[in-house]
């Protein structure tokens, strides 16, 4: 169980009580039953729970694995260990994604650089590789004798090259440096609004428009490598179509389901501990309520998180939805 930390005052990080523990546990499936799956989630060991899931039952998949590195997950300890080793570690849960993919369907796994060989490597052996996502996390300690480790990699790849991609999904809206015009008063390319100039541009595989969830954040849990909803929110909506299904390996606090949920898709998640799937539950419910992504909004993605109100407004959900359990 996480232990209770003092946190300040405006601190919006998810938390659980003992009361919300008992009540979310009651909805996780368990190894020994899961079905049915969908938009539901497993606590288990992913070894165990892949024997038990159908062929061709997802359209994508969103895999963050630990790195190798050294790290503790809420008391579930990973190791780091040679390329070798964890290449070897890849192969005993990587290739079955591919059987559990329909033939359209896309895979995205991530990595930071001491994995990011090996990924390649066993994702060559199963997958067609497409690209390769880097993008830039803001936060890392900086280092003395060494450069600051600020970003890490998304790796995208495809049963065939007959897969979903939607690029006028996942447009970017930039502000214009240089407000070239095609005749006097008539914009090139670009709009000019109450909230200043602006252009829409196709996104690339080099995103630094992406907020690392942070303690300000209401989306931020506890969770050491809590990915960003607006990260999700990108890969989603670009490779698959409302009511597909999303399934990702390493839940962890939720982060795909929620956005899976939010945007409209089916989703199913394996995660290990039963805290980070409680907090998964939480947020999955608080999704009903409050479906906004923050940085996305008008079905284009800011360069970074500018609409600070949806963060206001989610909060003071989330204090509602606390409140309304407190009174069970």
Not at 300 to 312: I, M, Y
């Amino acid at each position: 169980m996480i232990e209770q930390k003092i946190r300040a005052q405006h601190n919006r990080t998810m938390t659980l009580t003992d009361k919300e523990r008992f009540y979310y546990r009651a909805r996780l499936l368990s190894v020994d039953s899961v079905d049915p799956f969908l938009n539901r989630i497993i606590c288990g060991n992913l070894l165990d729970v892949l024997p038990k899931l159908p062929s061709a039952c997802c359209d994508l998949i969103f895999a963050d694995p630990p790195y190798n590195i050294a790290k503790n997950f809420n008391g579930q300890k990973f190791k780091s260990g040679s390329t070798e080793q964890y290449t070897t570690y890849l192969r005993s849960w990587l290739p079955e994604m591919k059987r559990l993919l329909k033939p359209t369907g896309s895979i995205y796994v991530c990595s930071d650089w001491r994995s990011a060989a090996a990924i390649q490597i066993v994702l060559e052996e199963n997958f067609l590789l497409q690209n390769r996502i880097t993008w830039e996390r803001e936060k890392g300690r900086g280092a003395k004798s060494n450069w600051k480790n600020n970003c890490e990699d998304i790796w995208f790849a495809t049963i065939s090259n007959d897969y979903i991609f939607h690029v006028d999904r996942v447009m970017l809206r930039r502000k214009v440096i240089a407000p070239y015009t095609d005749s006097p008063g008539v914009p090139r390319g670009w709009q000019d609004t109450e909230s200043g100039r602006f252009r829409l541009t196709c996104p690339s595989n080099l995103w630094t428009d992406i907020s690392v969830p942070f303690w300000s954040m209401p989306e931020n849990t506890d969770h050491p490598t809590q990915k960003p909803e607006k990260l999700l929110a990108k890969i989603i909506l670009a490779s698959s179509e409302e009511g597909d299904v999303v399934f990702d390996p390493f839940l962890g606090s939720g982060t795909t389901s929620v956005v899976a949920k939010k945007l409209g898709r089916q989703f199913f998640g394996v995660e290990i501990d039963e805290e980070y799937c409680c907090l998964a539950e939480k947020r999955l419910e608080l999704a009903d309520s409050h479906p906004n992504i923050q940085g996305y909004s008008g079905g284009v993605f800011w360069e970074r998180n500018t609409l600070a109100d949806q963060g206001t407004k989610k909060q003071d959900t989330t204090k509602k939805h606390q409140q309304t359990l407190l009174e069970v």
